[in-house]
């Protein structure tokens, strides 16, 4: 079975304020590859392995769509070799990617979101970055395009993880877009030494918020900046929505604030220069089923009669991007 490396990324490591990780990254990547049993593995690596072995004519990391290669560098043969080895990885989350001219319209319109935070945030030129529950990297790469100098995304779910690959199977060793297969729990209890640190759609999955912003401040330097991106309801300062069970039919929803409870949340937590710097309805443009994420999304989430309203008649989702200093 081909198997996958990280040894560039501990080459990048050794040279930054990340290299004591090192003593126990290598083995708990190991281990939480090979070590969960996940019986999809072996197909996933197989399709890592199936990728056409050419040199891609063509890179775009800048644009909408994280881009590797175009049409003309395959025959019809390979392209239609590709498209089968890519739809190994299915369901196709965050995107949109496009490998030699096959366009993978995912789920989200991540660009989308990109476009809003890239706009709102300091340069992340030459940071060390950090993307809590970064799904498959998409925006890793990203961040790399304009410039970070690590952009480390993290995601316990190991399709992600793979996915990621598939990018890096074509850039240069030393490029620094990364995600490892783990959740928030198994990073290292503090290490501040993250310039950005990113937290997106994160905050309402965790039971406990406010544990989780304190995380993500003793992940970020003296000064360093965290990004958080997170469903919000309207209301007055206090009012934060606690689903019954599910919301918009996602299990393990928590905590959903207005935004000036948030505000408070972030501020008690040793935040400064707080900042509201979007806010959006997610709509059924952004949020979508596709060719390559053929399972229900946000449509059948929304009540037929009132998409203003979740199927369970919360409010609909609209997302806020806050951004504040450590
Ligand atoms: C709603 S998605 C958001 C993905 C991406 N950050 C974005 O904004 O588009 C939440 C992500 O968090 C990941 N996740 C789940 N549990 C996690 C944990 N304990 N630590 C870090 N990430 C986690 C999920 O696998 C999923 O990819």
Request: aromatic share 10%; proline share 8%; net charge negative.
């Amino acid at each position: 079975m081909p198997d996958i490396s990280y040894q560039p990324l501990f080459d990048l490591l050794e040279n930054t304020d990340l290299a004591p990780w090192l003593e126990t990254l290598p083995t708990r990547l190991e281990k939480s590859i090979h070590g969960a049993n996940n019986g999809h593995l072996p197909k996933w690596l197989d399709a890592l392995d199936a990728l056409p072995d050419v040199a891609p004519s063509h890179f775009d990391q800048q644009s909408g769509a994280v881009t590797i290669g175009q049409n003309s560098d395959l025959s019809a043969e390979q392209q239609s070799a590709l498209r089968e080895t890519l739809m190994a990885f299915h369901p196709w989350r965050k995107g949109p990617w496009n490998f030699f001219g096959i366009g993978i319209d995912t789920e989200w319109r991540s660009d989308w979101k990109w476009k809003r935070i890239q706009k709102a945030i300091s340069p992340l030129k030459d940071r060390l970055v950090l993307d809590i529950g970064s799904g498959n990297g998409y925006y890793s790469y990203r961040m790399a395009a304009e410039g970070a100098k690590l952009a480390l995304g993290t995601d316990p779910y190991l399709l992600y993880v793979m996915q990621s690959f598939i990018a890096r199977r074509y850039l240069p060793q030393n490029h620094p877009a990364w995600v490892i297969p783990f959740g928030i729990e198994q990073l290292p209890p503090s290490l501040p030494v993250f310039d950005t640190v990113f937290s997106m759609g994160v905050l309402y999955h965790r039971r406990s918020p406010l544990d989780h912003l304190i995380e993500l401040r003793e992940m970020l330097r003296p000064g360093g900046e965290l990004v958080l991106e997170t469903l919000v309801v309207e209301g007055p300062e206090g009012h934060a929505l606690l689903p019954r069970g599910r919301y918009a039919k996602m299990r393990n929803t928590w905590f959903i604030p207005s935004c000036l409870t948030l505000e408070r949340w972030l501020e008690r937590c040793g935040f400064k220069s707080i900042r509201l710097a979007d806010l959006s309805d997610t709509t059924t443009a952004e949020q979508r089923s596709t060719d390559w994420m053929t399972f229900d999304s946000l449509e059948t989430f929304l009540d037929p009669n009132d998409p203003s309203k979740t199927i369970e008649g919360y409010p609909g989702p609209k997302r806020a991007l806050f951004v504040a200093e450590a």
